[in-house]
């Protein structure tokens, strides 16, 4: 899944696609980079973001959708609200990516049932003005069993609402009311998501608890722009785990780690061992 954010100021890559014309050109080129799925979001999520008013946030997304669906993507629709996701639907977008898993606005669960789209209910606890201070999980199940628990809740909430359970994905929502020493543990821990029995996105790249990992060694976190490698390595391991997607910015570099891993893959499968 590329990212597409029709934003003036997202953590990864504010501002540098705000306008219609830029972020299809960004779209057409992730989709000749090899991507499967591309993510039209009109809204960003960082921490200490303030919200865009409904037509603002329609504004941005919506020909952009159109403009990439008729140059012949499949296209999701980043958004917590159900009027953007109706509009978005209607332009030709097949996925909705919720990234509060029908909570910030419950609608959006009859508007993805009635369109019988595709759904991915992403982990959060609360819009990004507070999320931080969220980010508590009790002991002993910690936070990939509270998560576990909480996506569990999203699942039948999304279920009884009428969308298919082969049309739900789950999303552990990296970042969103959690520290980087949880966002950790909870990638170690997915194996409990998993449990679940339904696909997994996962949205790793750029995050800040990559830039933390990377940090210089008075604490000065990597540049945005200089993560993709890790997030490439934990690319490779998350493909390991049999995840469902993995949500990126370098959608090219990605294919060439998956080229690699698919192909070692296909090569143990035919019983070789790989020295
Ligand atoms: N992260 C962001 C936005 N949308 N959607 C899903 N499903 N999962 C994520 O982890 C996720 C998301 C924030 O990242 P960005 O500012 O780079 O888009």
Redesign the pocket.
């Given at each position: 899944m590329g990212?597409v954010?029709v934003t003036p100021d997202?953590?990864?890559?504010g501002g540098r696609y705000a306008s219609t014309e830029t972020a299809i050109a960004h779209g057409r080129r992730l989709l000749a980079d090899g991507a499967d799925l591309l993510?039209v979001?009109g809204e960003?999520?960082?921490p200490g973001a303030t919200r865009p008013v409904v037509a603002e946030e329609l504004a941005r997304v919506i020909p952009v959708i159109s403009g990439l669906v008729a140059a012949g993507a499949v296209v999701s629709v980043?958004t917590m609200r159900a009027e953007v996701a109706a509009a978005a639907l209607d332009a030709g977008a097949v996925v909705v990516?919720d990234?509060s898993g029908g909570l910030a606005d419950p609608a959006v669960l009859d508007v993805v049932a009635g369109a019988g789209a595709t759904y991915?209910a992403?982990h959060w606890r609360g819009h990004s003005d507070r999320m931080q201070q969220q980010a508590v999980y009790a002991e002993p199940d910690g936070v990939a069993g509270a998560v576990r628990q909480e996506l569990a809740e999203r699942v039948a909430a999304a279920t009884s609402a009428g969308i298919a359970p082969e049309r739900l994905v789950l999303?552990p929502?990296?970042?969103f009311a959690k520290t980087a020493q949880q966002n950790w543990e909870l990638i170690a821990g997915l194996d409990e998501l998993a449990s679940l029995g339904r696909p997994l996105?996962v949205?790793a790249?750029?995050?800040s608890f990559i830039g933390a990992l990377l940090a210089t060694p008075d604490g000065a976190p990597r540049p945005v722009e200089e993560r993709e490698v890790a997030g490439h390595a934990l690319t490779v391991l998350l493909a390991q785990r049999g995840v469902w997607g993995v949500?990126v910015?370098d959608v090219r570099g990605t294919r060439d780690v998956l080229a690699v891993w698919q192909r070692m893959h296909q090569e143990q499968g035919r019983g070789g061992s790989p020295r």
């Open positions: 990212v954010n997202s953590f990864s890559d993510d979001g960003s999520t960082r980043d990516n990234v991915v992403m999303d929502g990296l970042g996105l949205g790249s750029r995050k949500r910015h």
